[in-house]
């Protein structure tokens, strides 16, 4: 966007760094001046909310590795160290934990928020697969991340997470490298911790490089409309945006706090308290929340190399979006038959989380004494929908839908009071009557 | 022109050489990186034979050990379970094999009724739970893969039969365990 640099030093160090660096115009132009369309509801606000989780993990997660010893015999005690003797050891630990899912949570939201808004559509693809590659990043680094209090779950967590590679040719070579040895062991949680101490750094550099994709094409917008007008369409970033982001910031870390004093373990999972045993697999053995609905997918298909391909293929499939989606529109406020299936394909994701959390033989449909539908079916049809709605519903319905008139402008949706006014947007800001 | 096109060969030359070395150079200063990933002197040294009394095993029981940091089971079936096996050979298994491929080669009729195999079910390393499952052999809890008495996939999405490592009989009572094999 253009006609938004409008930083001019005024004290003579803050003019004489700028001639030599022009650090304080680009923090200005990106951050102060920065032009947002007037109309961003709530959903706008969890970049900025991941943001500020992305450093608080790295603050506390940089802490915790001053007391944490990533050897097998040392891994567990000196988590319940931190917690029992490390002054406020509990604390940091609880939000590093509680951190990492309120991050999922935020990007789950944020994700959702580009899918039902189109706004991996032309010209943002690449801002888009560099979310996708980010929201890779950090399921790697939170798998790490939970095999190091090295309990029950993180033992068997890793064992099963590792083995998806035995599936490909030479996968037994490449598992053993993995683990650095025959089995998951301590030179697998020695590497694990190291990769994950540069995991969120390296998160950290393709956020930036998001930011900066971002900010070459602009924000999209609850209308999908491009800025016509920056004048009429736009607020700066500040103050608009970055109160607008702090309110939302206050009320997430509300959610975040409450988890944290109250329910600290809720998230969590009780065998991770057990240490882990090499020789007993837990009865019961499920992924944290936020991997539920992959291994959902993982566990219906009745084939290994297939299950993996499939769960790994639901994060892929991601990344070509932009191309398989075939509508001119992209916002969903204005495309009918598009709302009815995004909301199927959410309730999917939500079934399939939950698929993944129940024992297998576990039967959901029943017909007297016999079983009509059983965990491994019902996720089969979820699979289905997940990727029929990524491979032939949104390629399709692009050619076949009849969307609802646009406004002409951002400034016109809002005068107009349209029937397109966002979910959650701020009662028409800066409205002249 | 003739001198001009020379000296340009020449510096071909020069460039593919240079580069040539370069691109060898670059491998070998990769090459430890990798290869420290691999395990260590210690985790190849811990793989050294290791000997099971089997008189301590009763029909009907078996025994767990951790090799290599992976269970080996070591199971003392009954006539019922050998038989039950046995009649299972024709059948249209997932990863065919007989029994008594499994049981040891050179396995006489009193040695065979040992089955030994490594605890890692073959789909995603869980350990299976023994006499358990549709075929009363073993049953995977973390996806629902059962095995038969002779430790062959017969249901669930495991792709191979759990996996019988290396080893041999010393005497009527003792067995030597090897070596671990891989399932592919």
């Known amino acids: 966007m253009q006609g938004h640099s409008t930083y001019v030093p005024k004290s003579s160090a803050a003019k004489w760094l700028e001639a030599r660096l022009p650090i304080i115009g680009l923090m200005h132009s990106s951050f102060v001046s920065y032009p947002t369309p007037k109309n961003?509801?709530?959903?706008?606000?969890?970049?900025?909310?991941l943001m500020v989780m992305l450093v608080a993990q790295i603050v506390t997660g940089i802490v915790l590795a001053?007391?944490?010893?990533?050897?097998?015999?040392?891994?567990?005690?000196?988590?319940?160290?931190?917690?029992?003797?490390?002054?406020?050891?509990?604390?940091?630990?609880?939000?590093?934990?509680?951190?990492?899912?309120?991050?999922?949570?935020?990007?789950?939201?944020?994700?959702?928020?580009?899918?039902?808004?189109?706004?991996?559509?032309?010209?943002?693809?690449?801002?888009?697969?560099?979310?996708?590659?980010?929201?890779?990043?950090?399921?790697?680094?939170?798998?790490?991340?939970?095999?190091?209090?090295?309990?029950?779950?993180?033992?068997?967590?890793?064992?099963?997470?590792?083995?998806?590679?035995?599936?490909?040719?030479?996968?037994?070579?490449?598992?053993?490298?993995?683990?650095?040895?025959?089995?998951?062991?301590?030179?697998?949680?020695?590497?694990?911790?190291?990769?994950?101490?540069?995991?969120?750094?390296?998160?950290?550099?393709?956020?930036?490089?998001?930011?900066?994709?971002?900010?070459?094409?602009?924000?999209?917008?609850?209308?999908?409309?491009?800025?016509?007008?920056?004048?009429k369409d736009t607020v700066p970033f500040t103050p608009y945006a970055t109160v607008k982001d702090a309110f939302a910031m206050v009320c997430f870390f509300i959610v975040f706090a409450w988890f944290v004093f109250y329910h600290p373990n809720y998230l969590g999972h009780a065998d991770n308290y057990i240490p882990a045993d090499a020789l007993k697999t837990p009865a019961h053995i499920v992924p944290e929340w936020y991997f539920l609905p992959f291994y959902g997918i993982l566990r219906s298909v009745p084939d290994k190399l297939g299950g993996v391909l499939l769960m790994g293929g639901a994060i892929v499939i991601l990344a070509f979006l932009p191309w398989l989606d075939t509508s001119k529109i992209r916002s969903g406020s204005y495309r009918p038959t598009f709302r009815i299936f995004f909301w199927i394909f959410v309730m999917v994701c939500v079934l399939l989380g939950w698929a993944g959390s129940q024992d297998t033989s576990r039967a959901v449909l029943t017909f007297g004494q016999t079983t009509i539908l059983d965990i491994v079916g019902f996720g089969q049809i979820l699979t289905l929908y997940y990727f029929a709605y990524f491979l032939i519903i949104l390629p399709l319905l692009g050619l076949f839908e009849r969307p609802d008139a646009l406004p002409a402008s951002i400034a016109d949706s809002i005068l107009s009071g349209s029937h397109a006014m966002p979910m959650g947007a701020a009662a028409s800001p800066e409205r002249k009557v | 022109m003739t001198s001009i096109k020379t000296e340009e060969t020449r510096r071909d030359f020069l460039y593919l050489a240079t580069g040539a070395v370069g691109a060898?150079?670059?491998?070998?200063?990769?090459?430890?990186?990798?290869?420290?990933?691999?395990?260590?002197?210690?985790?190849?040294?811990?793989?050294?034979?290791?000997?099971?009394?089997?008189?301590?095993?009763?029909?009907?029981?078996?025994?767990?050990?951790?090799?290599?940091?992976?269970?080996?089971?070591?199971?003392?079936?009954?006539?019922?379970?050998?038989?039950?096996?046995?009649?299972?050979?024709?059948?249209?298994?997932?990863?065919?094999?007989?029994?008594?491929?499994?049981?040891?080669?050179?396995?006489?009729?009193?040695?065979?009724?040992?089955?030994?195999?490594?605890?890692?079910?073959?789909?995603?390393?869980?350990?299976?739970?023994?006499?358990?499952?549709?075929?009363?052999?073993?049953?995977?809890?973390?996806?629902?893969?059962?095995?038969?008495?002779?430790?062959?996939?017969?249901?669930?999405?495991?792709?191979?039969?759990?996996?019988?490592?290396?080893f041999s009989f010393v005497s009527a009572t003792s067995v030597r365990i090897t070596g671990t094999r891989s399932a592919a």
């Not at chain 1, 949570?105 to 590659?133: D, M, N, Q, T």
């Not at chain 1, 969120?200 to 490089?209: D, E, H, N, Q, S």
């Not at chain 2, 301590?56 to 009954?78: A, D, N, Y």
Request: proline share 6%; aromatic share 14%; with cysteine.
């Open chain 1, 66 to 231: 001053m007391h944490y010893t990533p050897h097998v015999d040392f891994a567990f005690n000196s988590v319940e160290h931190i917690m029992r003797d490390v002054n406020y050891g509990w604390l940091l630990r609880y939000l590093h934990t509680n951190g990492a899912s309120m991050f999922f949570i935020a990007v789950y939201l944020h994700i959702f928020r580009g899918l039902y808004y189109g706004s991996y559509k032309a010209p943002r693809e690449v801002l888009w697969i560099l979310g996708v590659v980010i929201l890779l990043l950090m399921m790697a680094t939170a798998f790490m991340g939970y095999v190091l209090p090295w309990g029950q779950m993180s033992l068997w967590g890793a064992v099963v997470i590792t083995n998806f590679f035995s599936a490909f040719p030479f996968g037994e070579t490449l598992v053993t490298w993995l683990w650095g040895g025959y089995s998951v062991d301590n030179p697998t949680l020695n590497r694990f911790f190291s990769l994950h101490y540069l995991l969120p750094f390296m998160i950290f550099g393709v956020v930036i490089l998001h930011v900066w994709a971002l900010h070459v094409v602009g924000q999209n917008n609850p209308t999908g409309v491009e800025v016509k007008n920056l004048t």
């Open chain 2, 24 to 166: 060898v150079g670059v491998a070998s200063a990769i090459w430890p990186f990798v290869a420290q990933l691999g395990p260590d002197a210690g985790a190849r040294a811990a793989g050294a034979p290791v000997d099971v009394d089997l008189s301590q095993i009763p029909e009907g029981q078996s025994v767990t050990l951790k090799w290599r940091g992976l269970p080996i089971f070591v199971r003392h079936r009954t006539a019922k379970e050998i038989e039950a096996a046995r009649a299972d050979d024709g059948k249209g298994l997932p990863d065919p094999q007989k029994d008594v491929d499994r049981v040891g080669k050179f396995a006489n009729a009193d040695q065979s009724k040992w089955i030994i195999v490594q605890g890692s079910c073959t789909h995603l390393g869980c350990i299976p739970v023994k006499n358990s499952g549709d075929y009363n052999g073993w049953y995977c809890p973390c996806h629902g893969s059962h095995y038969d008495t002779s430790g062959r996939i017969r249901k669930g999405p495991a792709p191979k039969n759990l996996v019988v490592p290396e």
């Open chain 1, 40 to 49: 961003l509801n709530y959903f706008w606000t969890f970049g900025g909310i």
